[in-house]
T-cell receptor, first 113, second 112 residues
């Protein structure tokens, strides 16, 4: 399958700061990427669909002004958690869409102090 | 809709035995189903998939069964090994979209 990377793999930040997470599709061009959040011992919850060259589509209950998504190229989508708070601490996972299949990144562990 | 659980159900099996992990999916319009394995601190790893026009699909040591009548999906792992210990999620893709809905997950523990 296709290879998707995320950077950073782990980040710790202070409350009130912003954090950017990158998701890269390394060996194919993805017009659509997805961002998920996973709390401990829970399932993956879709946050938003990132579309290259257009605005992201957010799932119900996800604040678009808090979780900024930019998909400026066919191989890169970024998620910026703005004014992070401890309750934003979670495992953030992206995927790149290859038609019906999604190829997942390794995840980014965010800890907000 | 999305499935979120407060805790993960656990399946414990003896090494060498067969494992069966079950999943109830939510949408009768889903046309594509996938099983993922997730190890601690890592992203989901693809195991096997099946389309809605099939009832069964086999891979290496794994078999997926789909029962559309009761919206049920199962993953069978033959001769379970210690390396199979992980959390297993089913996911469904809704017809007409590329979005996935994930199940609550099952933790598989392989006992030596």
């Amino acid at each position: 399958g296709a290879v998707v990377s995320q950077h950073p793999s782990r980040v710790i930040c202070k409350s009130g700061t912003s954090v950017k997470i990158e998701c890269r599709s390394l060996d194919f061009q993805a017009t659509t990427m997805f961002w998920y959040r996973q709390f401990p011992k829970q399932s993956l919850m879709l946050m938003a669909t990132s579309n290259e060259g257009s605005k992201a589509t957010y799932e119900q209950g996800v604040e678009k002004d808090k979780f900024l998504i930019n998909h400026a190229s066919l191989t890169l989508s970024t998620l910026t958690v703005t004014s992070a708070h401890p309750e934003d601490s979670s495992f953030y996972i992206c995927s790149a869409s290859g038609g019906d299949e999604q190829f997942f990144g390794p995840g980014t562990r965010l800890t907000v102090l | 809709g999305e499935s979120v659980g407060l805790h993960l159900p656990t399946l414990s099996v003896q090494e060498g035995d067969n494992s069966i992990i079950n999943c109830a999916y939510s949408n009768s319009a889903s046309d594509y189903f996938i099983w993922y394995k997730q190890e601690s601190g890592k992203g989901p790893q693809f195991i096997i998939d099946i389309r809605s026009n099939m009832d069964k699909r086999q891979g290496q040591r794994v078999t997926v069964l789909l029962n559309k009548t009761v919206k049920h999906l199962s993953l069978q792992i033959a001769a379970t090994q210690p390396g199979d210990s992980a959390v297993y999620f089913c996911a469904e893709k809704v017809l007409g979209t590329y979005k996935y809905i994930f199940g609550t997950g099952t933790r598989l523990k392989v006992l030596a």
